[in-house]
């Protein structure tokens, strides 16, 4: 049955995602500006000065560019986030990490890259678990993770699952990381306060845990484990009802 025409969208409205608009029309004089070069004048801002930072009035001053003349290139703030994702993910090197049928292996590899450019952006991991990432880059980005974990033999459906299960642990992982390296104080105060909360009694399981649990070690070791974990979880067939 063809669409019913009052329900599509009518010429004189502009699509609410920045990847249906076009980037210019053809018509006129070349553009000063891009997306590409907006986004990364924004990122600028944001890896220096954090998120908060960015608005439309600072990515034209540090193009200079009129404030205005900007929103003929990205209409609103929230494509500008859009586009600052895109680029972001841009920075991952697919042909490195391959697929090559070792699916575990193969999302090891994938996981590390992801966070390696969530700690060179940090402003990213927040962002990453509002908005999804369906740019161009993004769409790559999924399209590699599927076929990682084609192997599988899970639908497609599952696997997307799985991926938004990844992206939000290591969107969290990097956000924690971010809080600990903050301060040495924080991160005393903090091994105190659980130590005593365990003493107290008042938390038996807590304090079991705590008796069998060793020192933590090497980070990147306390990662690959947890990353361990979480795939093994992702693979994992749904349980039927």
């Known amino acids: 049955m063809p669409p019913d025409p009052a329900a599509l969208p009518q010429p004189s409205e502009a699509p609410e995602l920045i990847w249906l608009r076009p980037e ?6 070349r553009p000063a500006h891009s997306r590409a070069s907006i986004a990364a004048a924004a990122i600028a801002i944001a890896d220096t000065e954090g998120l ?22 990205v209409p609103k703030k929230e494509h500008l986030l859009d586009l600052m ?10 042909a490195a990490i391959a697929p090559t049928g070792d699916c575990r292996a193969d ?6 890259q992801q966070l390696a450019v969530l700690r060179r952006h940090p402003w990213l991991a927040t962002l990453v678990v509002a908005r999804p990432g369906i740019g161009p880059n993004g769409l790559r980005y999924t399209d590699h993770f ?14 997307l ?20 390296s903050s301060g040495a104080k924080w991160q005393g105060e903090l091994v105190g306060y659980l130590g005593r909360a365990a003493a107290s009694g008042d938390y038996p399981h807590l304090a079991a845990a705590f008796a069998t649990a060793g020192p933590t070690g090497d980070p990147d070791a306390v990662l690959d484990r947890s990353l361990h974990r979480v795939i093994t979880a992702m693979l994992s067939p749904t349980p039927t009802s």
């Open 24 to 29: 210019r029309t053809g018509r006129g004089p």
């Open 52 to 73: 908060d930072a960015v608005s439309m009035r600072r990515v034209a001053a540090a193009l200079g560019a009129g404030t205005m003349s900007l929103y003929n290139y």
């Open 146 to 159: 599927l076929a990682v974990t084609e192997p599988t033999g899970l639908d497609g459906a599952t696997r």
């Open 107 to 112: 999302l090891g590899r994938l996981a590390h």
């Open 85 to 94: 994702i895109d680029a972001a993910v841009a920075e991952y090197d697919f």
């Open 161 to 180: 699952e799985a991926m938004a299960l990844l992206n939000g642990f290591l969107c969290q992982y990097a956000q924690y990381e971010r809080t600990a």
